[in-house]
C-alpha cells in the first residue's frame, strides 16, 4: 500500500513540473510579443508608462499621488489645483524630476504656468483614469470591452462601487 502512494506522489510531482514548466514557456512567449509592440516615445502612451512606473516605484509619491487624485475632482479653479498640488507634492519635492520641480515653483498665483498646469493636471488624470476605468454605464463598457477585443487585448472586468444595500440593488448590478 505505501509503494502505491509513493507512486502517486511521483505522478503529481511529474505533472506539477510539466505544468510549471509549460506556464513558463507561455509566459515567455506572452512577454516577448509584448515587447514587439511596444510604443514609441512620440506616442503618449509611451509618456504616461514612464511616469505611471516612477510614480508607482516610490511609495511615498505615489501616496501623494493618490491623495491628489482622490481630491482632484471637487477643486473647482486652477488656484486651488495649485495649491493643493503644491501641499500634497511638498514632502515628497526632493523626490521629484527637476522640471516637475520648476513646473511648481512657476505655477503660483493667477499665472498662464498655473492655469496651464491645473489644466494638464486635470487631463492627465482623466487620461489615466481611462486605462483603467472601461466606463460608467453598460453602454461604455461595452464600447471599450470591444474596442479592447479587436485590438486582441486580454482583461479582466470588475464592477466599481457594488456595495449593495437591498436585494434590488444587487437584482440590477447583477
Do not use: C
Not at 511521483?10 to 505533472?15: C, D, E, M, Q, Y
Not at 513558463?24 to 503618449?44: C, D, K, N, P, Y
Not at 505615489?62 to 500634497?88: A, C, T
Amino acid at each position: 500500500m505505501a509503494k502505491k502512494s509513493s507512486k502517486k506522489k511521483t505522478a503529481t510531482a511529474g505533472s506539477e513540473d510539466w505544468l510549471e514548466q509549460r506556464t513558463q514557456e507561455i509566459g515567455g512567449q506572452l512577454f516577448a510579443e509584448v515587447g514587439r509592440q511596444s510604443t514609441s516615445v512620440f506616442q503618449t502612451r509611451w509618456w504616461e508608462d514612464r511616469l505611471m512606473n516612477w510614480a508607482m516605484g516610490d511609495e511615498a509619491v505615489k501616496l501623494q499621488m493618490f491623495r491628489f487624485v482622490d481630491v482632484l475632482p471637487m477643486l473647482r479653479d486652477h488656484h486651488s489645483i495649485s495649491r493643493h498640488l503644491e501641499e500634497y507634492f511638498e514632502e515628497v519635492r526632493d523626490r521629484l524630476p527637476w522640471a516637475v520641480r520648476l513646473g511648481l515653483d512657476l505655477s503660483s498665483g493667477n499665472t498662464i504656468l498655473s492655469r496651464a498646469l491645473a489644466y494638464n493636471a486635470r487631463i492627465n488624470a482623466a487620461r489615466m483614469a481611462r486605462r483603467f476605468i472601461a466606463g460608467s454605464s453598460v453602454t461604455e463598457v461595452l464600447r471599450s470591452v470591444r474596442s479592447m477585443r479587436k485590438s486582441g487585448m486580454a482583461f479582466t472586468l470588475d464592477l466599481l462601487g457594488e456595495a449593495t444595500i437591498s436585494n434590488a440593488d444587487a437584482d440590477r448590478y447583477q
